[in-house]
């Protein structure tokens, strides 16, 4: 792939991943939609996207999804709505990214990866940098939406976790989000009672479930198998930074010194973690060679 072409693309996904936060945070605080409706409307378009991508390829492909996975991506899209009712956009990205690695990179250590002396550090400083931006304090978000967030970005690292070996990412993306469907479905029914949508909110559902979501997985997915995996997991660092300018620029949201500080620990850390493990991968590699 040219790498004009590869950097478009991962551009794209990018702006696609930190579209996601943005919309459901507009949609959630300009609109009457509720957050079960934006959770049911957005699995619902994802999966239509999906499922017609998957027709108009060619060719013989493996992977269907399954019902587990498809319940922690409900899970996942269900904590991000209703956590970002009351956190803001920067706020709600930086819990869902630090959750997400901290998932992956516990499950890395409960089998078997051992953490060098800067990765521990690393690990110290982003679960340091959580906590002070939870911590209580007029800037403080509040504790039961940042839970939330916290539980989604476990959802999802256990959803990106069990999608690493299921086939072609892009039928079994499309069949955990069908399978998503009759659950999300069935959360609208319990939550019968706080029912509310309108035209706007409609559409940033349809938005982020069809474009954010669906074209931006099939983005990433091309995307993918040419960038280094430094590259693709350090390029990830970036979509908190364009959440953070859209909250700014779209919805008029302060940047704290809390938020600042926090930001800087949790990335910081976090990127401490994945660069000195790609460093030991390729030390090996050459001495191998």
Same mark, same amino acid.
């Given at each position: 792939?040219?790498?004009?072409? /590869?950097? =478009?693309?991962?551009?794209?996904? %990018?702006? !696609? $991943? &930190? #579209?996601?936060?943005? *919309?459901?945070?507009?949609? +959630?605080?300009?609109?009457?939609?509720?957050?079960?409706?934006?959770?049911?409307?957005?699995?619902?378009?994802?999966?239509?996207?999906?499922?017609?991508?998957?027709?108009?390829?060619?060719?013989?492909?493996?992977?269907?999804?399954?019902?587990?996975?498809?319940?922690?991506?409900?899970?996942?899209?269900?904590?991000?709505?209703?956590?970002?009712?009351?956190?803001?956009?920067?706020?709600?990205?930086?819990?869902?990214?630090?959750?997400?690695?901290?998932?992956?990179?516990?499950?890395?250590?409960?089998?078997?990866?051992?953490? /060098?002396? =800067?990765?521990?550090?690393?690990? %110290?400083? !982003? $679960? &340091? #940098?959580?906590?002070? *931006?939870?911590?209580?304090? +007029?800037?403080?978000?509040?504790?039961?939406?940042?839970?939330?967030?916290?539980?989604?970005?476990?959802?999802?690292?256990?959803?990106?976790?069990?999608?690493?070996?299921?086939?072609?990412?892009?039928?079994?993306?499309?069949?955990?989000?069908?399978?998503?469907?009759?659950?999300?479905?069935?959360?609208?029914?319990?939550?019968?009672?706080?029912?509310?949508?309108?035209?706007?909110?409609?559409?940033?559902?349809?938005?982020?479930?069809?474009?954010?979501?669906?074209?931006?997985?099939?983005?990433?997915?091309?995307?993918?198998?040419?960038?280094?995996?430094?590259?693709?997991?350090?390029?990830?660092?970036?979509?908190?930074?364009?959440?953070?300018?859209?909250?700014?620029?779209?919805?008029?949201?302060?940047?704290?010194?809390?938020?600042?500080?926090?930001?800087?620990?949790?990335?910081?850390?976090?990127?401490?973690?994945?660069?000195?493990?790609?460093?030991?991968?390729?030390?090996?590699?050459?001495?191998?060679?």
């Amino acid at each position: 792939m040219p790498n004009s072409r /590869l950097a =478009l693309l991962t551009s794209l996904a %990018i702006i !696609a $991943f &930190a #579209g996601n936060s943005l *919309l459901c945070r507009i949609a +959630l605080r300009h609109t009457s939609i509720d957050a079960a409706s934006f959770t049911t409307i957005r699995l619902v378009s994802g999966a239509m996207m999906l499922w017609l991508i998957s027709l108009m390829r060619r060719g013989t492909h493996t992977g269907r999804g399954n019902w587990i996975s498809a319940f922690t991506l409900f899970a996942y899209a269900a904590g991000f709505s209703y956590a970002y009712v009351r956190l803001s956009a920067a706020t709600g990205v930086l819990l869902l990214f630090g959750s997400v690695q901290a998932t992956m990179i516990g499950y890395g250590i409960w089998t078997g990866e051992r953490l /060098l002396r =800067l990765q521990v550090v690393g690990l %110290i400083l !982003a $679960f &340091a #940098g959580v906590v002070s *931006l939870l911590l209580p304090g +007029l800037s403080a978000p509040p504790l039961p939406s940042s839970l939330l967030m916290l539980g989604a970005g476990f959802a999802w690292g256990a959803y990106s976790l069990r999608g690493r070996s299921g086939g072609d990412p892009t039928l079994v993306t499309a069949g955990n989000f069908l399978r998503a469907v009759p659950i999300a479905l069935a959360l609208n029914v319990f939550m019968h009672g706080s029912f509310s949508l309108d035209r706007a909110g409609f559409w940033y559902a349809i938005s982020s479930g069809a474009l954010a979501s669906g074209i931006g997985y099939i983005i990433w997915y091309t995307a993918l198998p040419a960038l280094k995996a430094t590259s693709a997991a350090t390029v990830q660092l970036i979509v908190p930074v364009i959440v953070a300018l859209g909250g700014i620029i779209f919805l008029n949201e302060p940047i704290t010194l809390r938020l600042l500080f926090s930001a800087i620990a949790i990335l910081g850390g976090i990127a401490l973690v994945i660069l000195q493990k790609q460093h030991v991968r390729h030390k090996l590699s050459d001495f191998r060679a």
